[in-house]
């Protein structure tokens, strides 16, 4: 696959959410979506006033409406249930666990503003722990749409598979470069770029950075492979092996916790199989700032310049 990038196409992936949102439910009526009042935010308003009878906002009360998905889940409903990814996955981190995962519940847990893109609003709603604390969580699939075309395609996907997805959405709108017709797959890692130096595993509004690092490094004769990481769990363990060895480096960016963040999750994939020197970009424990995303994600490193930097450091090392 070859991916090239169009700066002035951009939309955020939670935007795209709601077009995938308000085209199931118009496919299929056993689709039903739940807000914690911040459908003009998290993009479920347009479901809600085509499908009235199927939308329920349940008010700044995430735990409640986690629980109130899993039962509905258990009618033969399929449950959308969105709020800010702080709030989501912290907040109703209890109910999440014992009666969504636990159970095994059909629930769509489609979490927007993750990461520290979410900008101005500061380190309170900046969630960078959201991914691990739902990947350590048995049954529960992991994904972070690198644009807004595999966005609509994550949740399409998640609708058709049994159990639950947490899908992790960006407000801040980034360049689209998925094919539009590609489908999205669990388990599988597309290869947006081939090359033999080093490999460059990005995850999220990150991905469209990671190609713009290829380029750099690309001018000054650094092969650098790229690889959307958007199914965090189940892991595409094959993909990432062969990566390991035949570039020998690995550098992983997202904007979330080194710790137990994706990065995490590709060295202990690795570690057993195909070790390799790994170097982890990510928010280094602390919290975030208030600041627009694109000022913070140069602040803490993981644009092009920060990524073709540390790449080209691991790849002459």
Do not use: W
């Amino acid at each position: 696959m070859t991916i090239t990038i169009d700066p002035d196409i951009k939309t955020a992936t939670r935007e795209s959410y709601g077009k995938a949102l308000l085209a199931l439910g118009n496919e299929r009526p056993e689709i039903v979506v739940l807000d914690a009042d911040l459908s003009g935010s998290t993009k479920t308003k347009d479901f809600s006033k085509a499908h009235p009878e199927r939308f329920f906002n349940m008010g700044v009360a995430e735990c409640n409406m986690m629980g109130t998905a899993a039962g509905l889940s258990l009618t033969g409903l399929v449950p959308f249930a969105s709020s800010f990814a702080m709030f989501a996955a912290g907040k109703a981190y209890e109910q999440i666990r014992q009666e969504i995962a636990l159970p095994d519940a059909n629930v769509k847990i489609c979490a927007t503003h993750a990461g520290i893109t979410v900008g101005e609003d500061g380190a309170s709603h900046q969630v960078l722990e959201d991914i691990a604390l739902m990947r350590i969580l048995p049954n529960m699939r992991v994904v972070v749409p690198a644009d807004g075309n595999e966005a609509e395609a994550a949740v399409r996907a998640a609708a058709d598979v049994k159990g639950p997805v947490y899908i992790r959405l960006s407000r801040m709108k980034t360049p689209i470069f998925m094919p539009a017709d590609a489908p999205f797959e669990f388990g599988k890692i597309p290869v947006l770029r081939d090359g033999n130096d080093v490999t460059i595993a990005a995850v999220g509004v990150c991905v469209s950075y990671a190609l713009e690092a290829a380029d750099k490094l690309a001018d000054e004769g650094i092969s650098a492979r790229v690889l959307n990481v958007a199914c965090v769990k189940p892991l595409d363990v094959e993909t990432l092996v062969a990566a390991s060895k035949e570039t020998g480096r690995i550098v992983t960016v997202e904007e979330h916790q080194r710790a137990c963040g994706v990065g995490s999750a590709i060295v202990e994939a690795l570690a057993d199989t195909a070790p390799c020197p790994v170097v982890r970009l990510g928010i280094n424990d602390r919290f975030g700032e208030s600041g627009t995303g694109p000022t913070l994600i140069k602040y803490f490193g993981l644009d092009s310049q920060g990524i073709a930097d540390s790449a080209r450091a691991l790849a002459r090392a």
